[in-house]
């Protein structure tokens, strides 16, 4: 492991970081440039006090279609928190992100309930009495 700051290998551990689920992270010390930094620093990760597993598992849900409420009040998470997680995440995707070849044009494909659109769109269909249903 090299130092994020100064890339010097001259680095001892120093202490460790409690988290909310009282699993620990460990830091260390930079000889070179006295900088401190531990396995998250420089992620989306860096700076959270919940474990990867739980955010991890919470965005995993969000993507099988659970809202963002349903996933806060299931973790144990205000529903900002998740939105948050999800935006830190995103905004490194889109850095990590390669652009399309060739300028060409990039689709996006979304949960097949969002998928919905135009002529896919059900149809209503007359109902005995008079109105009308999905």
């Known amino acids: 492991m090299n ?6 290998n001259q680095i001892v551990k120093n202490g460790k970081i409690t988290l909310q689920d009282h699993s620990s992270i ?11 930094f531990n396995e998250r620093t420089g992620t989306p990760m860096a700076r ?10 919470a ?4 993507t099988e279609g659970l809202g963002v409420r349903a996933t806060g ?10 939105s948050r997680w999800e935006r830190r995440l995103a905004d490194q995707a889109r850095q990590g992100s390669p652009p399309a070849l060739g300028g060409a ?6 949960d097949e309930v969002d998928t919905r659109v135009g002529e896919n769109l059900p ?12």
């Open 3 to 8: 130092c994020p700051e100064c890339q010097s």
């Open 26 to 36: 460990q830091k260390y010390l930079c000889k070179a440039c006295d900088k401190q």
């Open 48 to 57: 959270l006090r919940t474990a990867s597993m739980v955010v991890s598992l």
């Open 59 to 62: 965005l995993t849900v969000r």
């Open 73 to 82: 009040r299931s973790f144990g998470k205000a529903h900002s928190t998740i």
């Open 105 to 110: 044009e990039v689709t996006l494909e979304g």
């Open 123 to 134: 149809q209503k269909h007359a109902v005995p009495g008079g109105s009308t249903s999905q």
